[in-house]
């Protein structure tokens, strides 16, 4: 998208989320939840992490998964399996007319997280989005203005923010100045193998409770691809590839150590440098943000799927230590120092081996009965992955973006 697009699609947003509340209108349900009120919600994109995060709420004994909807019904049947007495539906816009339904939880591809979350937003549900929140920069306003409209909690599954390792750091070394000034936050996430997956055997001929159109939906059309249909990460037109998928992850943290959200710069580097299998996101990348002054960084982000790498973390680099954190521990070490001084470990939750994830579900559940803005905020989740998306820019542009963090566009204006 070149800058006069982003510039008309930024002047269109408030009038799109106007007439989506319009068509919205009959559909509308919401009611006030008193303390002992069961949780009715709705699935949207019931794939492995659709699955995976719905199992984390049913944890809760207050919620009740009342819907499923997937493209695919192979996986709504399945997951029906998995929440007695749900309905099913291949078309989301049925499910949001559903009553009672108070939560949608949005696990589809990066490309429908807007629409979807928009309607439900002007349809009266809170929401709990899968990251990124967007597909584009431009689409975060649309659904920040949705949410706070319609008064709905909404909530990005950046599960970080609700970690109390990562809690516990923030206290500890930014908002005591004990890592000194930050110059340099460092991060990196090797052989994701979410990037690699291969489509199986049944997906080679498109089943017939396979809705082709429906999953495409918003973006340009093509015909049938297994690939494309069950490894949607590693295809530009459907997200962000490794950037917005796992850099927004980091990039978040950064944000909320150094109470910075948004850069004035962003370089990457890049290209499908080995797997040659018709995708179109870079197996490999380099991202360089810039923050602006007072108290100017760097981030930087390094991702590759090549064989015989893995792992991720995230290091601060500050003039007093730095702080290496990733999801199961940080340690921090003093300047000079040649071993970690001080080692936190994630802290366990209770039936489940994901309590970043759980910490996170139980901080949107208890948002909705105190209206108190969520961990991951839609706002909060607009910005990091804006970010992320700035430094996808500059890979496919091909040049250094520069960017306004007053109007939040890209020059030149």
Known sequence: MDSNSRRDFLRNATRVASSSAVAMTAASYSRVLGANDRINLG?????DRGNHVMSLFQNRPEVQVAAVCDAWGDRVESTRQKAAGAAGFSDYRKLLET???DVVLIATPDHWHTKIAVDALTAGKDVYVEKPLTRTPEEGPVIVKAARENNRVCQVGMQQRSGTHYRVAKEKYFDTGKLGAVTLAR????GNSWHLRKAPAALRTK??????AAFVGPVRWRDYDPQQFYNWRAYLDFGGGQVTDLFTHW????HMFMGKEIPCSACATGGV???RDGRTAPDTINVNLEYPDPNPFTATFEATLVPGITGEALEMCGTEGRLWIDRSRYEFYPVHAKEPAEVMKAVPVAGTNDPLTQEHVNNFLDCLRSRQLPNGDVLIGHRSAQASHLGNISYVERRRIDFDTVREQIFPL
């Open 43 to 47: 699935l949207i994109g019931a794939g």
């Open 99 to 101: 009553n009672p339904l």
């Open 187 to 190: 991060t990196w996430w090797y």
């Open 207 to 212: 089943p017939d409770d396979l809705d082709w």
């Open 251 to 254: 990039i978040d943290v950064v």
């Open 273 to 275: 440098y080995h797997y």
